[in-house]
């Protein structure tokens, strides 16, 4: 993550390796022009460059700045005034990801409002990332951009809380990133102990042999395939005179093959991302442990690895789940549901003001929003919830019902459940009526990421593979919860 300053240098006088600059659209056919600074606008009028949102020029800085080189930033729109914090976020972030290799930049935003301001400032740390961890030097990885200096009026604690949403979604995208050979159930819980060290958190390990003892079937059963065992993972903040509760639960299967319900070969790579929900669930978690909120928070993050080895559930198995209900294991590629499932039961016993559980739970969710908007579902008021805070991140939701005919489906033959239902329709909304079971009363928020999890090309501030979407929603309503947004 980049460092952030805040500098009182004008546009010529900032010494930097880029500037970054805004560019709007000139009016009615007009040469594009950066706000408030005309001579910058004189001097590229001849190269006539797109201020369509996001795209970048990078352009000698001349007499104009002391800069090392200009960076302009196209943000689609002829006035700051109609250009949203999100389009603001989306450009600077495709500014600060195209300056990989780069130390020092500053960024400016003339004319904007602090809000504005605040969010290119968000967007820029969050660009600044790079995964160049297994790559050698002879790949010639370039490490992200170094170091930001704002140049404005920008409030102290709009730097804090940039520094540690970057920092949080890192995280996020760091363990999404790691190969599964490295990043298993027990290494994952490994790495949420040393991530939660020296922040006001506790952090509670249950291996194998205690989940088969405290009946977590759903969770052994999707793990007896692997030889590297599960993992169900606790994380509380317990903040003194919170003032409210929240249970998060997260889907972290580090790798999914399908088990005996095995995927085709093609795409099956992506497979190291569907632990998303879990680092997910963990990065809000350390983001409200180091801004101080005000919320208790009580984190369960469902690992296993979901492996065809010769002790692998079967299709037709029964299992028993943490609640004593048993259910039949139609598809073991349905697998994500019964970790979580698991896991809400011990997330809804506490009786939380609030359940939020995140997965990337159904490919039905991708065909059915696209890969950049994720789904959510649950009860009226906590869905409601998630929808506000989305609106306010820019992270991009849409609500799905839970229709009342889908529940027979899932009745069992054997048991009392079944995992999948009787088609392909509606999958997953069937996903999300299954969770239900296992939440009892309490409000309850189901998010399904599975789209917008894992990027196959770069998109504003974030680049290909993990992407660290949901996250910063995530925290947003805890954010609300304490009375911060």
């Not at 600077?92 to 605040?118: D, H, K």
């Not at 059963?221 to 590297?228: C, D, F, K, M, N």
């Not at 299954?434 to 189901?446: I, M, R």
Request: aromatic share 4%; hydrophobic share 50%; net charge negative.
């Amino acid at each position: 993550m980049p460092s952030i300053t805040v500098s009182d240098a004008s546009v010529t006088s900032v010494d930097t390796d880029v500037l970054v600059l805004p560019l709007l659209r000139g009016a009615d056919g007009a040469p594009s022009v950066v706000p408030g600074e005309d001579a910058v606008t004189a001097a590229i009028a001849a190269l006539s460059p797109s201020a369509g949102r996001g795209e970048t020029h990078r352009l000698p800085a001349g007499d104009l700045t002391s800069a090392g080189s200009l960076l302009l930033v196209g943000l689609g729109a002829e006035e700051l005034a109609d250009v949203s914090d999100q389009d603001v976020r989306l450009a600077y972030g495709a500014a600060s990801r195209s300056l990989a290799g780069v130390g020092t930049a500053a960024i400016a935003l003339p004319g904007a409002t602090a809000e504005q301001l605040a969010a290119a400032v968000e967007g820029a740390a969050l660009g600044a990332y790079a995964f160049v961890a297994h790559k050698s030097e002879a790949a010639g990885a370039k490490p992200a951009l170094g170091a930001i200096s704002v140049l404005g009026d920008l409030a102290p604690a709009a730097v804090e809380r940039a520094e540690i949403l970057a920092d949080a979604v890192a995280a996020v995208r760091d363990l999404v990133n790691t190969p599964p050979n490295l990043l298993y159930p027990a290494a994952f819980a490994e790495r949420a102990q040393e991530l939660a060290a020296d922040l006001p958190l506790t952090v509670t390990v249950l291996d194998e042999e205690q989940l088969v003892a405290g009946g977590y079937g759903g969770i052994v059963g999707v793990g007896q395939g692997s030889a590297r065992p599960p993992r169900l993972v606790k994380v509380e903040y317990a903040p003194a005179g919170a003032a409210s509760s929240v249970a998060l639960v997260g889907k972290g299967i580090t790798f999914d093959t399908g088990g005996i319900s095995l995927k085709p070969p093609a795409g099956m790579e992506e497979m190291t991302s569907d632990m998303a929900g879990a680092a997910t669930v963990l990065g809000a978690t350390l983001a409200a442990a180091r801004l101080g909120l005000p919320v208790a928070v009580t984190t369960y993050l469902a690992l296993a690895e979901n492996m065809p080895g010769g002790g692998a559930q079967r299709p037709g198995d029964v299992v028993t789940m943490r609640n004593g209900r048993t259910v039949e294991v139609l598809n073991t590629d349905a697998e994500g549901r019964m970790v979580m499932a698991d896991a809400l039961v011990d997330a809804a016993a506490g009786e939380p003001d609030l359940v939020m559980d995140v997965a990337t739970l159904t490919g039905a969710a991708v065909v059915a929003l696209g890969q950049r908007t994720a789904a959510v579902m649950g009860t009226e008021s906590a869905r409601d919830e998630v929808l506000a805070a989305s609106t306010a991140t820019g992270e991009p939701f849409w609500p799905l019902p839970f229709p009342e005919e889908l529940r027979p489906a899932l009745d069992g033959l054997v048991a009392d459940l079944r995992n999948m239902g009787a088609g392909r329709w509606g999958g997953a909304l069937t996903a999300g009526v299954f969770l239900q079971e296992f939440v009892g009363d309490v409000p309850w928020a189901h998010l399904d990421i599975a789209g917008p999890a894992y990027a196959d090309s770069p998109f504003g501030y974030m680049g290909k593979g993990a992407t660290g979407m949901s996250m910063r929603t995530v925290l947003a309503v805890l954010e609300q919860r304490a009375g911060r947004a």
